[in-house]
């Protein structure tokens, strides 16, 4: 038994944030910031209406939707999310309202950083391989703009807001491969101390104190490192060639990141699709939101060979294979 993607759905803020806009907070420009990151644009929740689980609600309809479902059939939802609302209930909790999916659906969410949606996907599919669940429901949803200094010109101008979803269906088929990494030795380069409190919004001196903090060369250093090793190692156990992939997915964070790895792996990167340029990191956020947008282009058909791989704050590293 597998989780067979059926449906996806995504949701973006609708207020945009340019890199022009960025240069009027920060000393940045345009130009440096497409050159370093490939970023163009970020869209950035309204914090007191686009909530977190606002967006992923969204996202979720979306996908179920897509999936040609009713929110009655989910019997699991499992969100990932570094930013919830409050401390609980959970994301999972809201979005089992914006569905309107029944009391038999279990909830919760996980957090491990950006890669939080692969790992929240693994757990559906070991529910549905364990026969736990038939129908379930993936969302990543994210506020990174409540947790960004904005006076930092090296994280505020990667990072944005948004949210993405799948719906899992159990079906015949040969399990995900995958392969989960992480190393807290090394997780001080990317940590938030503090959780927000949504009526402190604007109070300047708290924001400062609970923004995240981000050694940006550690992390890329550890990402073009450890990414290519974890695709290598996760396409080794599932016995595929690297050359049969059609898409690599990976964790919308940098240009250059998924180029280096293009490079490492001696792929082509017409093989790597990148929303980053109108996204952001969404961190969670972001491989359900480009899996979104893909099928919208209509760039996924059924038996494509799909590799999904991030990296984020723990430090974690995630990456699994799958047949779409
Ligand atoms: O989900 C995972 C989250 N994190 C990441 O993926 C982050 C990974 N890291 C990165 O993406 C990159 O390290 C950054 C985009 C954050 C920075 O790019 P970089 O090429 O590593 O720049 P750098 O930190 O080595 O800085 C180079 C120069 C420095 O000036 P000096 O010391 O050479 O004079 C910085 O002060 O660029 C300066 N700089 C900037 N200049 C204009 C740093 N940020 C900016 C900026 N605009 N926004």
Sequence with gaps: ?????????????????????????VETSDEWIQERTGIKKRHISDHKTETTSYMAGIAAQRAVEDAGIEGSDIDLIVAASTTPDVVFPSIACMVQKAIGAGEDCGCFDVNSACPGWIAAFLTAQSFIEAGRAKKVLVVGAETLSNYVDWTDRGTCILFGDGAGCAVLEASEGIPVSSIMRSSCERGDCLFCANMKQPDRL????????????????????FAVTEVPKIIRDVLKKAQVPADEIDY??????????????????????????????????????????????MKKEGKLQRGQKLVIASFGGGLTWDAAYLEY
């Design 1 to 25: 038994m597998t989780g067979k993607i059926i449906g996806l759905g995504s949701y973006l803020p609708e207020k945009v944030l340019t890199n022009d806009d960025l240069s009027l907070l």
């Design 202 to 221: 604007d109070d300047e001196e708290f924001i400062k104190t609970t923004s995240f903090q981000m050694a940006g060369r550690d992390v890329f250093r």
């Design 248 to 293: 690599f997915i990976l964790h919308q964070a940098n240009a250059r990141i998924i180029e280096a790895t293009a490079k490492k792996l001696k792929i082509g990167l017409d093989k790597f699709p990148m929303t980053l340029q109108e996204t952001g990191n969404t961190s969670s956020a972001s491989i359900p939101s480009l899996l979104s947008t």
